[in-house]
């Protein structure tokens, strides 16, 4: 073994050894091989990792081609954007995920209910965002592979509950969630100080936030928090906001709806293509059919910016609601 290895090799060799299911050793791995300094008295021990993660891959892509995904935390990703939503026990994690889709996990009054991710499909303008309900986040229980499935989420719910200590569990969580190389984006959204931390947007949802019976609790909240995040009172039970959560969430994916159009046919309104803010006509060609892309010639736009019907090329961008008729 080397000497002169840095202290995140350490860090990093403690958590592979403690990484337990092959996607979290894989990027544990990955990390670890960036710790290790390149010169003539590593090239062994890089070889070796080298090899186990040849070796894992391996294996993740037989389980993958067989279709075995031993892993309840393993979700195949649906519609243009994924959220997950996280919290200490009993916030309201899995009622609010039964409020916004029509997924029905178990809401009860005890803590620790839910043990495996439950995800949902949330209806939101006229397309549809992956929600998905996951086990509480709490010292008592670390589940490693949760902070997997965190890691792939475009957005994240932190979830409070407002008539149960909500500073103290927002603590709690945002420090579980750093230990695990996951940094929530507050207001103020710092570079990570390691290449492997994921760095979230997220917004504190403040639960149980059923009326204005707890506009006092909530001003305390708040004050206490000084800023440090974007909140947003909701109640998963009376549905309090529910609307503007889904209508924040669209806008803080950077999501943009846009209607293919056939020439001579009315626009289909029913099922728009979901693309990031700021695409062009290209990359939407792209997405209808790689064919309309090689083949452009022109498109016909109506929305902003244009007036209807005007043509543009493939580099105009696109807005929310435009609708398109492509031209090969
Ligand atoms: N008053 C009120 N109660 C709520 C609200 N949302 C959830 N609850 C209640 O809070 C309790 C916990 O709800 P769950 O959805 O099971 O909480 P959870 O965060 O999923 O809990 P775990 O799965 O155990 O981590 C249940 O009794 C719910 O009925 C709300 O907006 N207002
Ligand atoms: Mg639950």
Partial sequence: MPTNLPPEYYDADERYRAAVSPVDKIACLEELLTTIPKHKGTDHLRADYRKRLSKLKATLDSQKKSGKHTSVYHIEKEGPARVVVVGAPNVGKSALLAALTHARPKVSEYPFTTWTPTPGMMPVRDTQIQLI????????????????????????????????RPLRQLDDTVSMLEEHRIRPGGAECKAPERKSTAVLPCVVLVNKDDDESWDEEFEVFDEL?????????????????????????????????????????????????????GA?????????????????????????????????????????????????
Wanted: glycine residues 8%; hydrophobic residues 40%; without cysteine.
């Fill in 280 to 328: 062009t006509v290209a990359e939407f060609a792209e997405r209808v059919h790689k064919d309309f892309l090689t083949g452009f010639k022109t498109a016909r736009i109506w929305g902003t910016g244009v007036h209807d019907g005007q043509q543009v090329g493939r580099d105009h961008v696109l807005y929310d609601g435009d609708i398109v008729e492509l031209h090969t």
């Fill in 225 to 277: 928090l000084e800023n440090r995040w974007p909140l947003l009172r909701i109640s998963a039970e009376t549905g309090r906001n529910l609307d503007a959560l889904r209508e924040l969430l669209f806008e803080r994916l950077g999501l943009m709806r846009i209607y293919s159009k056939q020439p001579g046919k009315e626009v289909d309104r029913s099922a728009p293509f979901v693309l990031k803010q």
């Fill in 133 to 164: 309900d996951t086990p509480a986040l709490s010292p008592e229980h670390i589940e490693p592979e949760l902070f997997g499935l965190i890691r792939t989420a475009d957005f994240v719910l932190l979830v409070v509950d407002l008539q149960a």
